[in-house]
């Protein structure tokens, strides 16, 4: 079993910027009881217009897969879905620069 870092980019929905962080202040929590994320640092950001990044690294693909049928995690899913939309990086003014900041998060 191999790892797999992923960046995720989080764009709150109008009106929904304290609800995106509270999902994802909680989300890695979820993640590391359920089994399905190594122990290194989560690392949790964001863009100058709001978007919420978020880089951790998944214990292998199968605990992906896992995650795809884990009701906590479907649960926790559904929360994102009603916050904010899934984004690509490359939407972010940030991603245009060699050394792209966003401002840290303290969760």
């Given at each position: 079993m191999t790892?797999?870092?992923?960046?995720?980019?989080?764009?709150?929905?109008p009106g929904k910027e304290a609800e995106l962080g509270a999902v994802v202040e909680k989300h890695w929590g979820i993640l590391q009881r359920e089994g399905l994320v190594t122990d290194r640092t989560r690392y949790a950001m964001q863009a100058t217009d709001g978007t919420i990044v978020?880089?951790?690294e998944w214990l292998s693909p199968?605990?992906?897969e896992k995650a795809h049928h884990n009701p906590a995690v479907l649960a926790?899913?559904?929360e994102f879905e009603a916050a904010c939309e899934y984004v690509p990086l490359a939407s972010l003014p940030e991603s245009l620069h060699p050394f792209s900041e966003f401002q840290p998060l303290p969760f």
């Amino acid at each position: 079993m191999t790892s797999r870092f992923v960046i995720a980019a989080f764009k709150p929905k109008p009106g929904k910027e304290a609800e995106l962080g509270a999902v994802v202040e909680k989300h890695w929590g979820i993640l590391q009881r359920e089994g399905l994320v190594t122990d290194r640092t989560r690392y949790a950001m964001q863009a100058t217009d709001g978007t919420i990044v978020e880089v951790f690294e998944w214990l292998s693909p199968e605990a992906i897969e896992k995650a795809h049928h884990n009701p906590a995690v479907l649960a926790l899913w559904a929360e994102f879905e009603a916050a904010c939309e899934y984004v690509p990086l490359a939407s972010l003014p940030e991603s245009l620069h060699p050394f792209s900041e966003f401002q840290p998060l303290p969760f």
